[in-house]
């Protein structure tokens, strides 16, 4: 018997450890649920209600294919070994299948697994499908993990000339297994887990594996060719909306890049344009999840550089409070703050720009706002998370350089010009003209009412992060 262990790959199209498990022979599937070690990793409520969504709908699909899928809790990966030795023995596993994670706490799992299954010679059949070039595979001449995204991206356009793999089927339908009639993890899988509730409205993330490919197929269609213009505009749907699908693998990184290859190849200049900028953001997310592997620090809670370490980062807990609750008096960042906790997702040009208000304006430890970013996201991944974190901070990789600092009301009025996402987020300025919104004179002459006076200085807080930043980085 096959075992194929589902993690984030929460799909049966394009999935290397299912499809090779079903082709070797007689197949299962088994999911772990861990909300002890969930909890552990800051994973928010409404990505646990979206992850159970996927996984209830990636059994029906399996039953349609006669492929079991046990359903276990194991609070935490610690003790996952062991019951994994344990079904493998009552249901006579020879095989063992997954995917692979990138982050550390993931990587000591899986060896611990595999040194467990090695007492009652069980193979384990490693994957990778996180990350479309897996890491290792993008390094420099001497072998060493690129630092900085330009050259790896230039390397990694490379393996574009040798052609892109064909998406690996869904497996065929196999004959029905007996399993013993005490098995267990059989039954329904919990809708809900304790300590998870959540009111991101579930319609707002169908779920599902056919939901991901519908998304993928309306975004190449018909919002391609926009998606270099519109995808910093926040008031407008220009972006693919995948990003949840993808952190949980209910659709594959392949997938999204044979579909983009090919809108690009049968569309106009503005298509192909719109392609490579979108697969510009693959290759960002193949970074982090290359950096991950090669600089394990950065899963310790650590920044990528060393030295950043020692700013002095200031304890604000009023100005954190604030930026929680989106009641900063800044327009944008409380937008951003309050799109995040009602809809469990916020848009990536709003991202960068809470993120440095916090990490610079306040001087606020990054660390806490990528924390609370990993609470409250739907797509919430963790190397995508810290990287987009280091970035705004100027602490990790190909960071942005200390001394350039967002102006929240510039950017606001750059990327909202009609103040539309401002509005809708923060119905306190609804009655504000955009000028009004974008002033911060002409917003604080207007007074509008419930909405706080800004709890900085714009100007003296950039230039006291500056200071900061230049006494560490010599």
């Known amino acids: 018997m096959n075992l194929v262990w589902f993690r984030n790959d929460l799909r049966t199209l394009d999935n290397p450890a299912l499809?090779?498990?079903?082709?070797?022979?007689?197949?299962?599937?088994?999911?772990?649920?861990?909300?002890?070690?969930?909890?552990?990793?800051?994973?928010?409520?409404c990505r646990v209600d979206f992850l159970l969504r996927c996984l209830a709908a990636l059994r029906l699909q399996l039953q349609t294919l006669n492929i079991p899928l046990l359903v276990f809790t194991e609070d935490y990966f610690?003790?996952?070994?062991?019951?994994?030795?344990?079904?493998?023995?009552?249901h006579q596993v020879t095989d063992l299948y997954w995917n692979d994670e990138y982050p550390l706490d993931e990587q000591r799992r899986d060896k611990a697994v595999a040194a467990s299954l090695k007492s009652l010679s069980i193979s384990c059949h490693r994957y990778h499908d996180r990350a479309l070039a897996p890491p290792g595979m993008v390094v420099k001449?001497?072998?060493?993990?690129?630092?900085?995204?330009?050259?790896?991206?230039?390397?990694?356009?490379?393996?574009?000339?040798?052609?892109?793999?064909?998406?690996?089927?869904?497996?065929?339908?196999?004959?029905?297994?007996?399993l013993p009639r005490?098995?267990?993890?059989?039954?329904?899988?919990?809708?809900?887990?304790?300590?998870?509730?959540?009111?991101?409205?579930?319609?707002?993330?169908?779920?599902?594996?056919?939901?991901?490919?519908?998304?993928?197929?309306?975004?190449?269609?018909?919002?391609?060719?926009?998606?270099?213009?519109?995808?910093?505009?926040?008031?407008?749907?220009?972006?693919?909306?995948?990003?949840?699908?993808?952190?949980?693998?209910?659709?594959?990184?392949?997938?999204?890049?044979?579909e983009a290859l090919k809108a690009k190849a049968d569309g106009g200049s503005a298509v192909a344009e719109g392609a490579d900028t979108w697969i510009n953001e693959l290759i960002w997310r193949d970074f982090y999840q290359h950096i991950l592997v090669a600089f394990p620090r950065v899963s310790m809670d650590k920044p990528f550089k060393p030295e950043t370490d020692a700013v002095p980062w200031r304890?604000?807990?009023a100005g954190f409070s604030a930026w929680c609750a989106g009641k900063t008096g800044i327009p944008m960042v409380d937008a951003g703050m309050r799109q995040l906790q009602q809809t469990g997702w916020m848009h990536n040009r709003v991202r960068m720009i809470t993120a440095m208000f916090l990490s610079k304006n306040l001087l606020i430890d990054w660390r806490r706002g990528e924390r609370f970013f990993m609470e409250h996201l739907v797509d919430g991944d963790f190397a995508a998370n810290n990287g987009g974190w280091q970035w705004s901070a100027s602490t990790g990789t190909?960071?942005?350089?200390?001394?350039?600092?967002?102006?929240?009301?510039?950017?606001?009025?750059?990327?909202?010009?009609?103040?539309?996402?401002?509005?809708?987020?923060?119905?306190?300025l609804a009655g504000l003209s955009a000028k009004q919104i974008h002033s911060p004179a002409l917003l604080a002459r207007a007074k509008p009412g419930a909405y706080p006076a800004p709890i900085v200085d714009l100007k003296l807080s950039r230039q006291l992060a500056i200071d900061a930043f230049r006494a560490v980085n010599g």
């Open 182 to 258: 005490d098995s267990h993890g059989l039954g329904p899988a919990p809708v809900s887990l304790p300590g998870f509730s959540t009111d991101v409205p579930a319609d707002l993330w169908p779920a599902g594996e056919a939901e991901a490919q519908r998304r993928l197929m309306a975004f190449c269609d018909q919002y391609l060719g926009d998606y270099g213009n519109n995808r910093d505009l926040p008031a407008i749907e220009g972006t693919s909306a995948l990003s949840p699908y993808l952190a949980l693998g209910v659709i594959s990184p392949q997938h999204c890049l044979r």
């Open 398 to 428: 190909d960071a942005a350089p200390y001394f350039r600092i967002f102006n929240p009301f510039s950017q606001a009025e750059r990327f909202d010009p009609e103040a539309h996402y401002i509005r809708r987020y923060v119905p306190e």
């Open 315 to 317: 304890d604000d807990e």
């Open 141 to 178: 001449g001497d072998g060493s993990a690129y630092k900085v995204f330009t050259p790896f991206k230039r390397t990694w356009l490379e393996l574009l000339d040798h052609g892109v793999p064909d998406l690996l089927p869904a497996p065929a339908r196999q004959k029905s297994l007996k």
């Open 78 to 90: 610690s003790t996952i070994p062991q019951a994994l030795l344990e079904i493998c023995r009552r």
């Open 19 to 45: 499809w090779h498990a079903t082709q070797s022979g007689p197949t299962m599937g088994i999911f772990f649920l861990c909300p002890g070690q969930w909890r552990g990793h800051h994973m928010a409520s």
